[in-house]
T-cell receptor
Framework: GAVVSQHPSRVICKSGTSVKIECRSLDFQATTMFWYRQFPKKSLMLMATSNEGSKATYEQGVEKDKFLINHASLTLSTLTVTSAHPEDSSFYIC?????????????FGPGTRLLVL | GESVGLHLPTLSVQEGDNSIINCAYSNSASDYFIWYKQESGKGPQFIIDIRSNMDKRQGQRVTVLLNKTVKHLSLQIAATQPGDSAVYFCAERPSNTGKLIFGQGTTLQVKP
């Protein structure tokens, strides 16, 4: 199988603080990881594409200075929500795509629920 | 604009019956499609995928059908079980990008 983990699974923070979310591919290498945001009863919205060793590519409307992404290794990407506000409260989900030819499927992590007070 | 949508927000079926979940996509350039299952509070779980050079693909109790003429994708679940209750998302990947575009999701409710 292809296992992707996220940490933490749930976090509550005060407004103005920063929160870091980790995404790890446990049994495969992932050159590319993706970060999504999901509101209750809504679909997944792609925020950014994280490429190992290079800068992330952000979707239109996503503030790169607000959502910092680092992909320092083939198994780890991090998303930092800086100066969090209540409107940043959401379910954040990462996915990882296996490195190598023909491996197109994205495998998702279990998600991180962020609540900003 | 690009969009992937689902015809019904909620589908209710009797345990043991077959379920069919539909999806419409709009991007003719999409060449890869995936169905995901998402249970409450969890991340999406891969169910089955299909490339655009295929019309049908079968897995364990699931079948995906692709009709490129009308840009329609469906997921069939045989002998639906209570554990199949979840939200199902279709996703398409335009061939010129590595990204997935998700549909709005269909909630499948299985009645015992």
């Amino acid at each position: 199988g292809a296992v992707v983990s996220q940490h933490p699974s749930r976090v509550i923070c005060k407004s103005g603080t920063s929160v870091k979310i980790e995404c790890r591919s446990l049994d495969f290498q992932a050159t590319t990881m993706f970060w999504y945001r999901q509101f209750p009863k809504k679909s997944l919205m792609l925020m950014a594409t994280s490429n190992e060793g290079s800068k992330a590519t952000y979707e239109q409307g996503v503030e790169k200075d607000k959502f910092l992404i680092n992909h320092a290794s083939l198994t780890l990407s991090t998303l930092t929500v800086t100066s969090a506000h209540p409107e940043d409260s959401s379910f954040y989900i990462c996915s990882a795509r296996r490195s190598g030819t023909g491996q197109e499927t994205q495998y998702f992590g279990p998600g991180t629920r962020l609540l900003v007070l | 604009g690009e969009s992937v949508g689902l015809h019904l927000p909620t589908l209710s079926v009797q345990e043991g019956d077959n379920s069919i979940i539909n999806c419409a996509y709009s991007n003719s350039a999409s060449d890869y499609f995936i169905w995901y299952k998402q249970e409450s509070g969890k991340g999406p779980q891969f169910i089955i995928d299909i490339r655009s050079n295929m019309d049908k693909r079968q897995g364990q109790r699931v079948t995906v059908l692709l009709n490129k003429t009308v840009k329609h994708l469906s997921l069939q679940i045989a002998a639906t079980q209570p554990g199949d209750s979840a939200v199902y998302f279709c996703a398409e990947r335009p061939s010129n990008t590595g990204k997935l575009i998700f549909g709005q999701g269909t909630t499948l409710q299985v009645k015992p």
